[in-house]
């Protein structure tokens, strides 16, 4: 194993075959760009990040202040082939890929994550830190998270179980997946795919979960409290909570509180089907059903925090 310390602020840079570690200071950033094949990060207790590469994917590294960078040795990303990266940091390390033909498979950090592919699927675990990850063709996966999360992806599914903060999940073709979710914001949007949702609605907490072409079911242990906003064109809307007092109005949706309306709610489906379900899967018979439809807009649907926060100023 080749050991290499660097001290200065002036980029040093060496040619990576096998396995290389290269010491870090407190703060230190790693950045990886133009990687081809499997990126794989995981943590350890050391301050220094591992490298370990098969011997036909030479590789530079690079030390600069403040940061470490990882790429092919060669200057376009084609110029070599595919192959599989393991990289070992420290837990507190901030880590950010830009690879459009890498997968990615993150575990363990602390540190804020930012990964940005086209082609790969991208794989997140235990981490505390914020992650922020866009790929076009791939699926998204992340588990036992907390932080805040920001997920999008062209054409592939966004799956999240475990997971403990704030979410904005967002894809074009594939459906979105949140088991045992505690967030006090959640949105949730797909144009073609189904919308699931399995959690606890905190006080004050904003959740919106919308679809064009596909169902919602939100699975809700307990009755929660919150004001609900529905809208649907094509579908319909049930729910295995008792619906009081409900306000329709043709062209503009369906509105109405369960509980003490602590949380907002609002689902939206342009052509598919709405439901409350306090069974995963929604197998019960419903206790309400709603078909009233109309023009595709929510009456008076709640702001986001974000909208919130703009008001206040």
């Keep these: 194993m080749t050991s290499l310390l660097v001290a200065t602020a002036v980029a040093a840079a060496v040619s990576a075959y096998a396995d290389t570690v290269v010491d870090v200071r407190p703060d230190t950033k790693l950045w990886l760009r133009n990687l081809r094949g499997t990126v794989q990060v995981s943590t350890w207790g050391k301050n220094a990040v591992r490298l370990q590469v098969p011997s036909l994917g030479r590789v530079r590294i690079a030390q600069r202040a403040g940061t470490v960078s990882i790429e092919p040795e060669y200057a376009h990303p084609h110029g070599m082939d595919a ?63 907390r932080g805040h999360l920001d997920l999008n992806s062209v054409n592939g599914p966004i799956t999240l179980a475990d997971v403990t903060g704030s979410v904005n999940a967002e894809t074009v073709n594939g459906s979105i997946e949140l088991a045992r979710v505690i967030a ?10 189904f919308v699931r949702f399995d959690g606890h609605f905190l006080d004050k907490g904003w959740y919106h979960f919308a679809t064009h072409n596909g169902d919602i079911v939100v699975d809700l242990p307990k009755e929660p ?84 926060h703009e008001e206040d100023k």
């Design 83 to 145: 192959t599989r990266y393991v990289i070992t940091v420290p837990a507190w390390m901030g880590v950010a890929m830009v690879s459009p033909e890498a997968s990615a498979r993150v575990r363990g950090l602390k540190g804020d994550l930012i990964v940005r592919t086209v082609n790969g699927q991208v794989e997140v675990a235990d981490n505390e830190g914020s992650v922020s990850v866009s790929s076009v063709q791939g699926p998204i996966l992340v588990a036992r998270a």
């Design 184 to 193: 006090d914001s959640v949105e949730a949007t797909t144009l073609n795919g």
């Design 225 to 308: 409290d919150a004001q609900v906003w529905v809208a649907t064109y094509g579908g319909q809307f049930s729910s295995d909570f008792p619906v009081s007092a409900p306000r329709a109005k043709h062209g503009k949706g369906l509105q109405f509180t369960l509980g003490d309306g602590k949380a907002k709610l609002q689902l939206e489906s342009f052509m598919g089907r709405i439901r409350l379900s306090r069974e995963a899967g929604g197998r019960r018979t419903p206790v309400f059903e709603w078909r009233d439809f109309g023009q595709f807009t929510p009456p008076n649907p709640p702001n986001s925090p974000d909208d919130d």
